[in-house]
């Protein structure tokens, strides 16, 4: 059996509308189930009789708001069927989209991610009006859906099974109860809008699911508008909360990289990094020698944790773990709040920072500290595919950056020099 979770806050006639969508597919009812989770709407809820008289449906109602992710884990768990189907409220399901689902399960092992259409007003009326064709939607029309462009388009395929929870929303996305219930369901502490399906499938990843995507199994959006302001003010606290939560590149790469160069993204920075473990400065204790931590400062570097007696000093250490104050970021973004650090120190890491994201970096380490200081070594660099984008010649990097920061200047001691830029 699938269960179908829908969590519902508000536009109600949507709803309704697709839950009428749901009555009109091609499958017996004994077959799925539809789970209305309903989060304390101000409107008024219908009885939906007519409905609960063709398909099987559980309606839930929470008696104050709790938000999406508590909406559908409540789903999940009155769930009676192997597999669940996400859908939202305005998710009107094209023909045969619960059959795709169905099959899918019945076949393969994994996270099926379905296709969505965005229509307009003209649209609407058709589906409110029962029309059986729905105006200006068509096969050609999936561009609408950048998931679909990169799941066909995608040099490599077998990419998109490792890396589809970059994808994985739930407005029409299936997967195994049991894989959810591992992977710890949807994170309650994220709330409003945006990422708690991300985050969710991020985990489901890392159990070792494999994602793939059907463009049969499409669902329609219901046009409505949306509060873009109030969204992305939710969105960006709930970015800052998973960066705190995951502290790796997957998450500052994911909102700091375009869709369709997130996966070669961070294919080569896993690579990047392991070379920059790899080729650690052998002297960077000439540095510590000189400059003593000091705990209202940040440090990015290989092996810098171990000379870091005050465990308050944040750190970015990519061959420790993400403990106490240890990060594994770039510093392209960070989730730290403006100028919460007098000096962020970076030894060498910038090195193997893509020459095209350097701006990136020094923009985010300026917004985060007064000055931004990288610490560099003496050294030959190999000439690996990694290393074609890497920086060798600190003069050449700091003329282009004394372009833009006037008061930057080049320093040299004994065993290592400082680029030390600030606005």
């Known amino acids: 059996m699938l ?50 008289n063709i398909i099987n449906v559980n ?83 999936m561009e ?7 799941f066909f388009k995608q040099p490599s395929k077998s990419y998109w099974k490792k890396y589809g929870w970059i994808a994985a929303y739930t407005h029409n996305i299936s997967v195994n109860k049991r894989l959810l219930l591992k992977s710890g369901m949807f994170d309650q502490k994220i709330v409003g809008w945006g990422g708690e399906d991300v985050d969710m499938f991020y985990r489901v990843a890392k159990n070792g699911a494999n994602f793939y995507f059907d463009s049969s199994a499409l669902c329609y959006h219901l046009p409505h508008l949306r509060n873009l302001i109030n969204e992305g003010e939710q969105e ?63 440090y990015w570097g290989v092996e810098i944790l171990k000379y870091m007696k005050d465990k308050n000093i944040f750190t970015n250490d990519f061959n420790r773990k993400t403990i106490g104050n240890n990060y594994n970021l770039l510093g392209l973004r960070t989730p730290f709040p403006s100028k919460k650090f007098s000096k962020s120190i970076n030894i060498e890491n910038w090195r193997f920072v893509h020459w095209l994201d350097i701006s990136k970096l020094v923009k985010e380490n300026l917004r985060i500290s007064k000055s931004l200081i990288l610490v560099g070594f003496k050294k030959n660099i190999d000439s690996s595919d990694i290393a074609r984008n890497l920086v060798e010649d600190e003069h050449l990097l700091f003329d282009e950056i004394k372009r833009i920061y006037n008061n930057s200047y080049l320093k040299y001691h004994e065993d290592y020099f400082e680029i030390i830029i600030s606005c």
């Open 59 to 141: 309606v839930i109602n929470n008696s104050k708001p709790r938000g999406r992710s508590f909406a559908r884990n409540l789903g999940i768990n009155n769930a009676r069927g192997e597999n669940i189907l996400f859908l939202d409220g305005d998710s009107y399901p094209g023909e045969g989209l619960i059959e795709r689902h169905l099959i899918f399960h019945n076949t393969k092992k994994g996270v099926l991610i379905g296709r969505r259409a965005e229509i307009g007003l003209p649209s609407y009326l058709r589906i409110l009006r029962k029309e059986p064709k729905i105006m200006g939607v068509s096969f050609n029309d």
């Open 144 to 150: 609408s859906d950048l998931r679909a462009i990169h």
């Open 236 to 298: 960006n606290k709930n970015y800052i909360y998973r960066m705190e939560k995951y502290r790796n590149i997957d998450f500052e790469l994911l909102h700091e990289t375009p869709f369709d160069r997130f996966i070669p993204c961070v294919e080569y920075y896993q690579k990047s990094i392991a070379k920059m473990i790899v080729s650690r400065p052998l002297k960077i204790f000439k540095y510590f020698e000189r400059e003593k931590p000091k705990k209202n400062n940040i």
């Open 3 to 52: 269960s179908i979770v829908m969590p519902v806050k508000n536009r109600i006639k949507h709803m309704v509308t697709t839950l009428d969508g749901i009555c009109a597919q091609n499958v017996s009812k004994k077959n799925f189930e539809v789970i209305v989770v309903n989060d304390a709407s101000a409107e008024t809820f219908p009885d939906l009789k007519k409905i609960k």
